[in-house]
């Protein structure tokens, strides 16, 4: 079992940044793809907006590159999402997810609210 906790989200500025973490307990990073989605509003469905590589470079959604960085440190069970640069798109309830040979867990979400 992966349990997997967001912090971060918070009111910000366009132009601003902000850093998300996820702490996972359980031995997710050793077995599981991490990665960051988002949901943006009801009736959306939720983006992938990156995902991390243990090996080689992770991936990003095309709206996101040069602007998020995504980071684990295994050393504290910990993931992170760095965003610069956040623009109105980028609102909404970012997840972390564990994606598992037995299945997909994900987070309890962290808001993000971006401001013109």
């Known amino acids: 079992q992966v349990r997997l906790r967001e912090s971060g989200g918070r009111p910000v500025q366009a132009g601003g940044s902000l850093k998300l973490s996820c702490i996972a307990s359980?031995?997710?990073?050793?077995?599981?793809?991490m990665g960051w989605y988002r949901h943006e509003a009801p009736g959306k469905e939720r983006e992938l907006v990156s995902t991390f590589a243990n090996v080689g470079p992770s991936t990003y959604a095309d709206s996101v590159k040069g602007r998020f960085t995504i980071a684990q440190d295994n050393a504290t069970n910990t993931l992170y999402l760095q965003m610069n640069n956040l623009g109105t798109d980028d609102a909404g309830v970012y997840y972390c997810?564990?994606?598992?040979?037995?299945?997909?867990?994900w987070g309890q979400g962290t808001q993000v609210t971006v401001s013109s």
């Open positions: 359980g031995p997710a990073f050793s077995r599981c793809t």
């Open positions: 997810a564990a994606r598992c040979g037995e299945g997909t867990y």
